[in-house]
């Protein structure tokens, strides 16, 4: 079963509005993290936030936040005031378990920002 | 800032070679990882490591092997390459804090003709 699910595939955003990436997991561990990734044409993978299973609150990192809903088992990244250099494929990523380092991939969602 | 450099940025090898794909990381990590990426699949994990000498399978290890002889490098093996390992190959590595994240290389495009 696919642990990672990214349901869109590309999606169009306006500059300066706002855009939800989907991302939903399966885990029966009740320790994971959620992160994401953003990826330019350029191919470097960059992380973005960190959400962890016991965290009190939504992670926030500058324009990046996380809407976590835990008992829907969805971790949205909420990019803000999107910018041209946003333009990117993005991906949600979870760690399982307190002694697994690996990561499990979604399919990722492609961002474009029009001017 | 941790630097993890993987040796080539493109390779093009014909089928049936032996392939190296070189990674080394500069910030004493205990972990490094190797996946694929294509189109539609995301980042798929070949074989990962805990520590110097140590490895284990990840979701798609066959026609992979790896070797960790020296804790900062972890090299992908392609024992005899076929078409269908044309791709993207991204090293990663990480510390053994829970929350840190994967650091990344910048990949390497195989193409295999």
């Known amino acids: 079963a696919q642990k990672i699910t990214q349901t869109q595939p590309g999606m169009f955003v306006q500059e300066k509005e706002a855009v939800t990436l989907d991302c939903t997991y399966d885990t029966s561990d009740p320790s994971y993290g959620l992160f994401w990734y953003k990826q330019p044409s350029s191919g470097e993978m960059i992380f973005l936030i960190y959400q962890g299973s016991y965290d009190q609150q939504n992670a926030t990192e500058g324009r990046y936040s996380l809407n976590f809903q835990k008992a829907r088992k969805s971790a949205n990244l909420v990019i803000s005031a999107s910018q041209l250099g946003d333009s990117a494929m993005y991906f949600c990523?979870?760690?399982?378990?307190?002694?697994?380092?690996?990561?499990?991939f979604g399919a990722g969602t492609t961002v474009t920002v029009r001017a | 800032d941790v630097k993890v450099t993987q040796s080539s940025r493109y390779l093009v090898k014909r089928t049936g070679e032996k392939v190296f794909l070189e990674c080394v990381q500069d910030?004493?990590?205990?972990?490094m990882f190797w996946y694929r990426q294509d189109p539609g699949l995301g980042l798929r994990l070949i074989y990962f490591?805990?520590?110097?000498?140590?490895?284990e399978k990840g979701d798609i290890p066959e026609g992979y092997s790896v070797s960790r002889e020296k804790k900062e490098r972890f090299s992908l093996i392609l024992e005899s390459a076929s078409t269908n390992q044309t791709s993207m190959y991204l090293c990663a590595s990480s510390s053994t804090t829970w929350r840190s994240p994967l650091h990344f290389g910048n990949g390497t495009r195989l193409t295999v003709t």
């Open positions: 910030m004493d990590h205990e972990n």
């Open positions: 990523a979870m760690r399982e378990g307190l002694n697994d380092y690996k990561l499990s």
């Open positions: 490591s805990y520590d110097v000498k140590m490895k």
